[in-house]
């Protein structure tokens, strides 16, 4: 008889096992609430990163096809037009079309070189197939786009360089210019940041 109760007494006083405790609904709806509040965090800060990556990007791009301009017009000085046309080699620039989001790596060719000579007061007609002859075409990223006008002041439309010099000419339209010196600006699709580039009538370029 003691036996049993020795036994029966160990069976009665052992600590029974708890089930563990699950989240609350109010738990749950805060942790949840706390991941979506990140989340969105890291897709707005990956898209702006994106965006300005790419708009950095197009500034370098661009500054090199104007620089590559300036080398074409001063080497292909005296290099007569491609199939023979008794055309004179005005010089060499950078168009920039703001409606369809492009600019163009262009060559200028008039009649008689003496003609190139009123380019900086007369301008340039991109209208005129026989003088502008488009090299190189170029379309922004889509993360990318120009802005036309920043705090009152009118982006460039054309950059044009006349050898031997050679001669920088800024021009706001193809036929006002632009004066001792103009910007390319640049601005992220949602507007959230802007770049330019500054050109000189010095051939100088600045990023900003």
């Known amino acids: 008889m003691s036996e049993y109760r020795t036994t029966h007494n160990i069976c009665t006083n052992s600590v029974p096992i708890k089930s563990g405790a699950?989240?609350?609904?109010?738990?749950?709806?805060?942790?949840?609430?706390?991941?979506?509040?990140?989340?969105?965090?890291?897709?707005?800060?990956?898209?702006?990163?994106?965006?300005?990556?790419?708009?950095?990007?197009e500034q370098a791009k661009l500054a090199q096809v104007i620089g590559r301009a300036r080398s074409l017009a001063v080497?292909?000085?005296n290099k007569p037009p491609a199939g023979g046309a008794r055309l004179a080699r005005c010089g060499v620039g950078v168009?920039?079309?703001?409606?369809?989001?492009?600019?163009?790596?262009?060559?200028?060719?008039?009649?008689?070189?003496?003609?190139?000579l009123s380019i900086p007061s007369g301008g340039i007609d991109a209208s005129n197939a026989a003088a502008y002859e488009v090299l190189e075409h170029y379309t922004l990223n889509p993360l990318s786009q120009f802005e036309e006008e920043r705090a009152g002041e009118k982006g460039l439309s054309f950059v044009f360089f006349i050898p031997p010099?050679?001669?920088?000419?800024?021009?706001?339209?193809?036929?006002?210019?632009?004066?001792?010196?103009?910007?390319?600006?640049?601005?992220?699709?949602?507007?959230?940041?802007?770049?330019?580039?500054?050109?000189?009538?010095?051939?100088?370029?600045?990023f900003q």
């Open 22 to 57: 699950g989240f609350t609904l109010v738990e749950l709806v805060v942790a949840i609430g706390i991941t979506a509040f990140l989340a969105s965090l890291v897709i707005v800060y990956g898209s702006t990163a994106r965006e300005q990556t790419a708009l950095v990007i």
């Open 75 to 77: 080497a292909t000085y």
């Open 95 to 116: 168009s920039f079309d703001y409606e369809a989001q492009s600019y163009a790596l262009f060559r200028y060719n008039l009649q008689d070189r003496r003609d190139c």
């Open 165 to 206: 010099d050679p001669t920088t000419v800024l021009f706001i339209d193809p036929a006002e210019p632009a004066g001792p010196s103009g910007k390319i600006f640049l601005v992220s699709r949602k507007g959230s940041s802007g770049l330019s580039v500054e050109v000189t009538n010095a051939g100088q370029l600045t």
